[in-house]
T-cell receptor, first 116, second 117 residues
Framework: AQKVTQAQTEISVVEKEDVTLDCVYE???????LFWYKQPPSGELVFLIR??????QNEISGRYSWNFQKSTSSFNFTITASQVVDSAVYFC?????????????FGPGTRLSVLP | GAVVSQHPSWVICKSGTSVKIECRSL??????MFWYRQFPKQSLMLMAT?????????EQGVEKDKFLINHASLTLSTLTVTSAHPEDSSFYIC?????????????FGPGTRLTVL
């Protein structure tokens, strides 16, 4: 069965610090997709990244970067030089390819607070 | 592209009344729509999956008679919370996916906050 674990329930950092949000997943499929979403206080989910299981290249987008390690079933997310606007709940999610986008499993989320 | 809207964005109702929430895919045809529920400070929990023109598939523990889902067209799904009670107060989020070989993503609506008094 699929499972996503985000061990950090809440993190507080001071602005300009770097912060890494952990995500560990479980799946029996060899083909799957991993996602990160941001949920600001407004509630709307903001899509950040999608990664398929065959692409282990790390990705950088501005201040955001992602480290995908199949060997440890982890897909960690790092924010560099954090800003107050980064304060939100961040969800990691897993989807197994055979279901074509169905059966999204979300992790419990990590609440990030960036203090000025 | 791939925009999903929900209406209303928030609703307050009295206990015992029914509330309908609409989920629309604005610029694509959604063969599958999903309904999630999110309690405060918790993660999203899938309630049901609906395919256009067929009955919804409910997750274990979700009362199908209480949460009526209709997916009448490729761009619209509705969730009706019947005889709502305070414990039904939650944030309801829909998402949609379209049927392409490379499809692996759900597109999420902005959510509807339901408060039952």
């Amino acid at each position: 069965a699929q499972k996503v674990t985000q061990a950090q329930t809440e993190i507080s950092v001071v602005e300009k610090e770097d912060v890494t949000l952990d995500c560990v997943y479980e799946t029996r499929d060899t083909t799957y997709y991993l996602f990160w979403y941001k949920q600001p206080p407004s509630g709307e989910l903001v899509f950040l990244i999608r990664r398929n299981s065959f692409d282990e290249q790390n990705e950088i987008s501005g201040r955001y970067s992602w480290n995908f390690q199949k060997s440890t079933s982890s897909f960690n997310f790092t924010i560099t030089a954090s800003q107050v606007v980064d304060s939100a709940v961040y969800f990691c999610a897993l989807s197994e390819a055979q279901n074509y986008g169905q059966n999204f499993v979300f992790g419990p989320g990590t609440r990030l607070s960036v203090l000025p | 592209g791939a925009v999903v809207s929900q209406h209303p964005s928030w609703v307050i109702c009295k206990s015992g009344t029914s509330v309908k929430i609409e989920c629309r895919s604005l610029d694509f045809q959604a063969t599958t729509m999903f309904w999630y529920r999110q309690f405060p400070k918790q993660s999203l929990m899938l309630m049901a999956t609906s395919n256009e023109g067929s009955k919804a598939t409910y997750e274990q523990g979700v009362e199908k008679d209480k949460f009526l889902i209709n997916h009448a067209s490729l761009t619209l799904s509705t969730l009706t919370v019947t005889s709502a009670h305070p414990e039904d107060s939650s944030f309801y989020i829909c998402s949609a996916s379209y049927d392409r070989p490379s499809t692996d993503t759900q597109y999420f609506g902005p959510g509807t906050r339901l408060t039952v008094l």
